[in-house]
C-alpha cells in the first residue's frame, strides 16, 4: 500500500467517523461522551481484526518481526476493550482515572518496546495466543492496581498523567520509525495509525470537552481504518504471493515428473533395445541358424543399433513423417520372436503419419507385456484401415487383464498384484501415441487373453477434382 492507498485509508475512516460526529454534534454531554467511548471500543475491535490479518501475513512469511506485531496488536486491542469498560461503566472522578492512565502509560511502553525488538526476540508460541493471553494478563493487573488504597492525586498530577500518556505513545511512534523491524514503508503506516489511535486515547479522557471528544473519534475512527487497511492489503500481498509461488512450485514438479517418466520411459526403452540386440548376437554366433533367418536377425540387430544411436543423440524425437508399418514392425517381431515368443503377423503395406521409433517402442511395450503376462500362448498382431486412421492390434490368449487393473492400466506406476513389471511401460507407450495423434487403448473384455489397439493417423490422399469436360 503506497501513499494513494494510505489516503485513501484516511479518507475512508473520515467518512466512517461521520456518524459518530453527528452525534456528537446533536446530542449533549452525555451523548458525546458515550459516542466518544463508542469510538474506543469501535477501534479497539479494529486493532484485533488487523490483528487476525497480520496472522496470515506472518504465517505466510514466517517473519518473527510480524509475529511480535500481531501479539502487540491483540494485546492492546484486549486491554483497549477493557479500557472502555474503564470510561464508561467505571468511577467518574479524577481521583480514580489517574490511575487508569498511569497503568495505561506502562502498558503502552511495554507493547512498544515488545514491538520495536520484534526482530531480536525469538518466537516460540503462537503469536496471536501468546498476544490474547498477555491481554487478559494486563486486565487482571490493572483490576489488580486499582485495588489498591492510594492518595488522591492534584489536578496538576491528572493533567501530568495525560501529558505523559501522549508522550510515550509519541515516543513508541518515533521508536517505531527509528527501529528495523518489518519494512519501512510498513513501519511508516503503523507509526500513523498509531499516533492517531494515541491522540484517541489521550483525547477520550473523562470530562474531557466537546472538542477533545471530537477529535478521539476522529481520531480513532481513522487510526484504526488506517490499521485495519494496511492489514488487509498485507494479507492479500502474502496470500498472493503464496499463491503464486505454489503456482510456480506446482509447475516446477510437473515439470520434473514429465521429465522423470520421460526419462524412465526412455531407459524402459533402452533395455528393450538392449535386451533385443544381445538376444540377435547371441543367436548370429549359433552355426544351426538358417541363413534367411540369420539374414533376418542380422537386419534387425542393425535396425535396433541405429535406434539406440538415435535414442542417445535424442534424434528419435524428430517430426512426424510418412512411415511404412511394415519395415517398423518387421526387427520388432523378429526380436521377439528370437526370444522366445510365437507371434503371428504378416506384411500388410500399410502407410501412417508417425515416428517409426515411437511405433517399434510402442509395439515393443505390447509384445513385451504379451509375453510377460501370456507365456505360451501365441501372440497375434494385425493391421487394419479404419477410417481417416490405421488400426494395430496386439491380442493374446492368455489370462486377460484384471478387472480392478483396468481403469488405471495405462498409469504411471499401475501394476496387477502379481505382475513383475514397475507399472512404466504401458503409460509410456499411450503418452507416444497421443504425441502422434493417435490413440492406445484396451479392447473390451470378450473372454480369454487381452487385446490392445493402437490407432494412428493415416496419410491424407488428395483426391482430383472432377474436369468439366465440356470446355
Request: net charge negative; glycine share 8%.
Amino acid at each position: 500500500m503506497g501513499e494513494r492507498e494510505t489516503v485513501r485509508a484516511v479518507v475512508i475512516g473520515c467518512g466512517a467517523a461521520l456518524v459518530p460526529l453527528a452525534a456528537l454534534t446533536i446530542g449533549g454531554p452525555a451523548t458525546s461522551e458515550r459516542a466518544a467511548d463508542i469510538c474506543v471500543l469501535a477501534s479497539a475491535v479494529a486493532v484485533l481484526c488487523a490483528a487476525v490479518l497480520f496472522y496470515i501475513d506472518w504465517h505466510v512469511d514466517d517473519d518473527p518481526s510480524m509475529a511480535w506485531l500481531v501479539t502487540a496488536a491483540a494485546a492492546y486491542s484486549l486491554q483497549q476493550v477493557n479500557w472502555f469498560t474503564l470510561l464508561t461503566d467505571g468511577p467518574d472522578t479524577a481521583d480514580s482515572s489517574v490511575w487508569v492512565y498511569l497503568f495505561q502509560i506502562g502498558v503502552i511502553f511495554g507493547l512498544g518496546s515488545v514491538l520495536v525488538r520484534g526482530d531480536r526476540l525469538p518466537v516460540r508460541w503462537d503469536p496471536l495466543a501468546l498476544g490474547l493471553l498477555l491481554g487478559l494478563g494486563v486486565i487482571v493487573a490493572r483490576i489488580g492496581v486499582l485495588a489498591i488504597p492510594s492518595p488522591a492525586p492534584s489536578t496538576a498530577g491528572y493533567v501530568a498523567v495525560l501529558i505523559g500518556l501522549g508522550v510515550v505513545s509519541l515516543s513508541n511512534v518515533a521508536r517505531l520509525l527509528l527501529s528495523s523491524v518489518l519494512t519501512r514503508e510498513l513501519r511508516h503506516r503503523l507509526a500513523l495509525a498509531s499516533a492517531l489511535l494515541a491522540v484517541g486515547q489521550v483525547s477520550a479522557a473523562t470530562g474531557s470537552p466537546y472538542a477533545l471528544l471530537t477529535v478521539s473519534a476522529m481520531a480513532n475512527i481513522v487510526g484504526s481504518t488506517l490499521l485495519v487497511r494496511t492489514a488487509v492489503t498485507d494479507a492479500r500481498r502474502a496470500v498472493v504471493a503464496e499463491a503464486s509461488a505454489l503456482r510456480t512450485l506446482r509447475g516446477r514438479l510437473e515439470t520434473a515428473d514429465h521429465d522423470l517418466h520421460t526419462g524412465k520411459a526412455r531407459l524402459h526403452e533402452f533395455r528393450a533395445t538392449l535386451a533385443g540386440i544381445k538376444t540377435a548376437t547371441e543367436l548370429l554366433q549359433r552355426t544351426e541358424i538358417a541363413p534367411s533367418y540369420r539374414e533376418h536377425l542380422h537386419q534387425m540387430a542393425v535396425a535396433e543399433l541405429q535406434r539406440l544411436d538415435r535414442l542417445v543423440s535424442d534424434a528419435s524425437t524428430g517430426p512426424v513423417a510418412l512411415i511404412e508399418l511394415d519395415a517398423t514392425l518387421r526387427p520388432i517381431v523378429v526380436r521377439h520372436e528370437a526370444a522366445g515368443l510365437a507371434v503371428s503377423w504378416q506384411p500388410s503395406g500399410h502407410v501412417v503419419m508417425a515416428r517409426p521409433d515411437d511405433v517399434a517402442e510402442i509395439v515393443d511395450v505390447l509384445l513385451s507385456n504379451a509375453h510377460r503376462h501370456a507365456a505360451g500362448h501365441p501372440v497375434r498382431v494385425g493391421v487394419r484401415a479404419a477410417g481417416t486412421a490405421v488400426e494395430l492390434t496386439v491380442s493374446d490368449d492368455g489370462p486377460g487383464v484384471d478387472p480392478a487393473v483396468r481403469p488405471w492400466l495405462f498409469s504411471w506406476g499401475a501394476h496387477g498384484p502379481q505382475s513383475p513389471g514397475q507399472g512404466i511401460g504401458l503409460a509410456a507407450a499411450r503418452m507416444l501415441a497421443e504425441q502422434l495423434d493417435g490413440w492406445l487403448d484396451i479392447a473390451p473384455d470378450a473372454g480369454r487373453g487381452a487385446q490392445f489397439v493402437l490407432s494412428l493417423p493415416a496419410p491424407v490422399v488428395a483426391v482430383a477434382e472432377p474436369q468439366d469436360l465440356g470446355r
